[in-house]
């Protein structure tokens, strides 16, 4: 089975703070992605990763950075966390049929 | 128009009887479809795929894609308490990115 872990399922950070987000998965997948859920929104694409040292900006890119210098992990970065940013974070690799993988979801609060 | 749109529901249906449940995108190039079932404060997990014209059925799960119609639909048959969950449909399409519909929340009653 894929395993997609990500590294911190609570955390609680004050406005202006640099986050870090950390996801590992154990398929060798080349293809890796972050996204945000809220409420009535849906699931939103921030940032996704075709290979190594490769990233592409998703739908809400805006506040947020990723690092991919390995191909089994891929973190993303709040330089300054924002109350906005307040949301669950969902990281997730991608099958080769192109299905995708979800790690159980790092759910932040920005105070 | 929207990408991917779902019936928003919620969507209420007895213990037993056949949850339906129904999706239509834009994007004509959409090469590959998927259903994901998301329990409260979890993350989603694949139940089925699709990506031929047709349906395609797994155990209780039947998907169903009409590309012509742009509209692929999951079918729940003798449906459980335990398939209360938010249904999302998801579109991998021709700009390499998984798009979701904003989900559709699904109640079986006992």
């Known amino acids: 089975d894929v395993k997609v872990t990500q590294s911190s399922r609570y955390l609680v950070k004050r406005t202006g703070e640099k986050v870090f987000l950390e996801c590992v998965q154990d398929m060798d997948h080349e293809n890796m992605f972050w996204y945000r859920q809220d409420p009535g929104l849906g699931l939103r694409l921030i940032y996704f990763s075709y290979d190594v040292k490769m990233k592409e900006k998703g739908d809400i890119p805006e506040g947020y950075s990723v690092s991919r210098e390995k191909k089994e992990r891929f973190s993303l970065i709040l330089e300054s966390a924002s109350t906005n940013q307040t949301s669950m974070y969902l990281c997730?690799?991608?099958?080769?049929?192109?299905?995708?993988?979800f790690g159980e979801g790092s759910r932040l609060t920005v105070l | 128009q929207k990408e991917v749109e779902q019936n928003s529901g919620p969507l209420s249906v007895p213990e037993g009887a056949i949850a339906s449940l129904n999706c239509t995108y834009s994007?004509?190039?959409?090469?590959?479809f998927f259903w994901y079932r998301q329990y409260s404060g979890k993350s989603p997990e694949l139940i089925m795929s699709i990506y031929s014209n047709g349906d395609k059925e797994d155990g209780r799960f039947t998907a169903q894609l009409n590309k012509a119609s742009q509209y692929v639909s999951l079918l729940i048959r003798d449906s459980q308490p335990s398939d209360s969950a938010t249904y999302l449909c998801?579109?991998?399409?021709?700009?390499?990115?998984?798009?979701f519909g904003k989900g559709t929340l699904l109640t079986v009653n006992p």
């Open positions: 997730a690799s991608r099958g080769v049929a192109g299905e995708l993988f």
């Open positions: 998801a579109r991998f399409g021709s700009n390499y990115k998984l798009t």
């Open positions: 994007d004509r190039g959409s090469q590959s």
